[in-house]
């Protein structure tokens, strides 16, 4: 029996893509001299693709293959995919949850820490020899802080465990109180902000949250206020925080993510009080082959007519 064609929209782990690659025949469309001929080619029979988070798929791309039946995503956010005209096509999606939620999780400690007390500005400090010349300064302590967590679902829960251990207190936003914590619930999420600290998001992109974290979220958090973001550089005023860390409305930001990725804003670069990430939360070895391995699980699970392992 010939191997299925497989229309790879974007890259992922390299050993699991080899795995991949090895048991399918797999169209790299990142990679190709001509991608919408190489679609176009495929169209006739292509039942499957796999894309990643930030490639998604679109529902004008969904239409160009008329078998198609699963979109495999190596992530767990769906938001640049067309769920809507997937669900209304019979065509199914899946994405890696869970085995990224503790890397993820780490990763906004770390850019919570880093950005308040300033490590990667401290490492600077010692490379460029300034040290010598007299100290860094004092930081910010996250000891006995207010944390807002934006979206308590896998993600946010484990980051708020975290933080608990750093002895604060911690609330969350969301379009639901969760029965089954005693953090505080904010129905307004700039009521958390006037209340928080810190605010980490932590939600899922898409329609529903997008410039959740608003210019009023922002400004709430205040000239003290530490905002972390390893959700979606949608969910947040991308504008409004730049404007607001320039004019130390805001104090500071750890952020993963950004809107139209790769590109940074030279504004944001510029600033002193921000430490930026790209896009690394779940950039673990373990992590991203766990993440991998769901891609195939889930591709086998289709092959066989099995039920998917993570279906959205
Ligand atoms: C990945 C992510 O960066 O899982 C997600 O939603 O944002 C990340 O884990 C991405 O999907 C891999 O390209």
Redesign the pocket.
């Known amino acids: 029996m010939s191997k299925p064609n497989i229309l790879v929209m974007g890259p992922m782990y390299q050993p699991k893509l080899d795995e991949l690659e090895a048991a399918y025949t797999c169209h790299r469309v990142w990679t190709a001299d001509d991608p919408a001929g190489l679609i176009a080619r495929l169209a006739p029979d292509c039942e499957i693709v796999v894309t990643?988070?930030?490639r998604g798929l679109k529902a004008d791309e969904m239409k160009q293959l008329p078998k198609l039946k699963l979109v495999a995503c190596?992530?767990?956010?769906v938001d640049a995919i067309d769920l809507a005209h997937a669900k209304a096509n019979g065509i199914a999606v899946t994405n890696?949850p869970d085995v990224?939620t503790e890397d993820v999780a780490d990763m906004a400690l770390a850019l919570l820490l880093g950005t308040v007390r300033r490590i990667p500005q401290g490492d600077r400090f010692v490379r460029e020899g300034r040290w010598l010349k007299g100290g860094m300064g004092i930081t910010m302590s996250l000891q006995r802080k207010r944390v807002g967590v934006v979206g308590l679902g896998r993600i946010g829960r484990a980051i708020a465990k975290r933080c608990a251990a750093f002895n604060t207190d911690i609330g969350y936003f969301g379009p639901n109180p969760k029965s089954d914590v005693d953090y505080t619930y904010f129905k307004d999420i700039v009521a958390l902000a006037q209340w928080a600290d810190v605010l980490i998001a932590a939600c899922p992109g898409g329609p529903a949250t997008y410039r959740v974290v608003s210019r009023a979220a922002l400004q709430a958090l205040g000239p003290d206020g530490v905002f972390v973001n390893i959700a979606r550089g949608s969910v947040v005023d991308q504008t409004a925080m730049i404007e607001l860390l320039a004019s130390g409305a805001l104090g500071s930001a750890g952020l993963d993510v950004f809107d139209d990725e790769p590109r940074v804003p030279a504004e944001l670069i510029a600033l002193q009080n921000v430490v930026l990430h790209p896009?690394q939360?779940?950039a673990t070895h373990p992590t991203r082959a766990a993440m991998g391995q769901l891609v195939l699980d889930n591709l086998a699970a289709f092959v066989a007519g099995r039920a998917l392992v993570t279906p959205v």
């Open positions: 990643n988070g930030g190596f992530g767990v956010g890696t990224l896009h939360a779940s």
